[in-house]
């Protein structure tokens, strides 16, 4: 089977949806014998140009970059994305395309229409369901209708979810709908005994990641407990407002920013923390979550979309209330003091995602939906 892979981001860009595209295309080809092109976008970020097209592909899976190379934000390069796989998509027999997030959904329907080509479209979440810590810009109400269209508006012959909450919304506007979490190479972590005593975040520093509530609630369990520490891992646009409100609120000492890190130290950032905290207003399925589980970390989290029908409270992590600072610095809190009872937490989550969240299960099931529609 020959698929094509639609995705907006791509390295240096990180996040759920470039791991979740690439690991998934390595588990197609691997055990269903699937060809796999993946079109994504030429980028630049601090000078650096990242347009080769070598990075994470195999002989089974190809990666194509493509032109205009500029940063990721450029409303150039975004516009023009939605154009710039036609020609390829067009070009090529392919049994499947595949888009992924919103922009690749134009070139999807698109190819699909021109070629007659089965079109499945991965959701990695979406702002059509609530409007808790979503884009308050003047331009918000034209995104939420392009939104829609693309996610809504458009035909599809699958649509796949990655989590559960959005099933229902997406089944009233297509006719086949899957929920298929995401996965974790849970062998490329490790479990590690001597841990600091360091909160860990790791994610992008955007505002629906909700870094700067963490921030404060830690200043507030800093009071109490000195020796505490929080690592902030990841680069976004809000950094240098973060960095700012550490030092108003004393606390810069106890905080470090790391930016971006490598593949190679994420699995060290994980298995030397106490605890991952996710402070996020929403998520589709994080994949930080799975990462963090993969090597035996226990979890706070805030009990929202995405994340609340995945953290078995007490049990893999610790749900908080949402949109409370308060919840938050209490959660960190009782990590502290209960050091036996988070760790148990760890190493449940660990074992949970051994039987339940490989990338070769993912694989198998969007497999089969692949079937389903050719």
């Not at 002989?59 to 190379?69: A, K, M, T, W």
């Not at 035909?155 to 959005?166: G, P």
């Not at 030397?272 to 589709?284: H, R």
Request: aromatic share 8%; hydrophobic share 35%; glycine share 8%.
């Amino acid at each position: 089977m020959k698929v094509a892979m639609v995705i907006d981001d791509w390295w240096p860009e990180t996040g759920g949806g470039p791991v979740h595209v690439r690991e998934l295309s390595r588990s197609l080809s691997k055990y269903y014998n699937c060809e796999v092109d993946i079109y994504t976008r030429a980028l630049k970020k601090d000078g650096e140009r990242y347009d080769t097209n070598k990075e994470y592909q195999s002989e089974d899976v190809r990666i194509h970059r493509l032109s205009p190379c500029t940063e990721y934000w450029n409303p150039i390069g975004r516009i023009t994305s939605m154009a710039t796989p036609l020609p390829s998509l067009l070009s090529n027999d392919y049994d499947i395309i595949h888009g992924h997030t919103f922009l690749p959904a134009v070139p999807t329907r698109l190819a699909g229409i021109a070629t007659r080509t089965p079109t499945v479209f991965t959701i990695h979440g979406t702002a059509l369901t609530t409007g808790v810590g979503r884009d308050n810009s003047a331009l918000s109400g034209i995104k939420r209708l392009i939104e829609k269209q693309f996610v809504l508006g458009f035909d599809y012959d699958s649509v796949i979810s990655v989590n559960n909450e959005h099933v229902g919304l997406l089944s009233d506007h297509h006719p086949s709908v899957h929920a298929i979490p995401n996965g974790v190479d849970y062998e490329w972590f490790s479990v590690d005994s001597n841990r600091t005593d360091d909160f860990l975040y790791l994610g992008r520093l955007t505002a629906r990641k909700q870094v700067s509530d963490l921030i404060q609630a830690f200043a507030d369990v800093n009071n109490d407990y000195p020796h505490a520490n929080l690592r902030i891992v990841g680069e976004g646009p809000k950094r240098e407002d973060l960095e700012r409100q550490t030092k108003s609120l004393g606390i810069e000492e106890s905080v470090s920013f790391e930016g971006r890190v490598s593949d190679e130290e994420v699995p060290h950032h994980y298995a030397s923390a106490k605890m991952f905290v996710l402070p996020s207003a929403w998520e589709g399925h994080p994949l930080t979550l799975l990462e963090a589980w993969a090597a035996g970390t226990p979890v706070i989290a805030r009990a929202v979309e995405g994340v609340e029908e995945f953290v078995d409270h007490g049990e893999t992590g610790q749900l908080v209330a949402p949109d409370s600072i308060e919840a938050l610095s209490d959660g960190m809190r009782f990590a502290i003091e209960n050091p036996d009872r988070t760790r148990a937490w760890g190493e449940t989550a660990r074992d949970l995602v051994e039987k339940e969240y490989s990338w070769e299960g993912v694989a198998e099931r969007t497999h089969e939906v692949y079937q389903d529609v050719t």
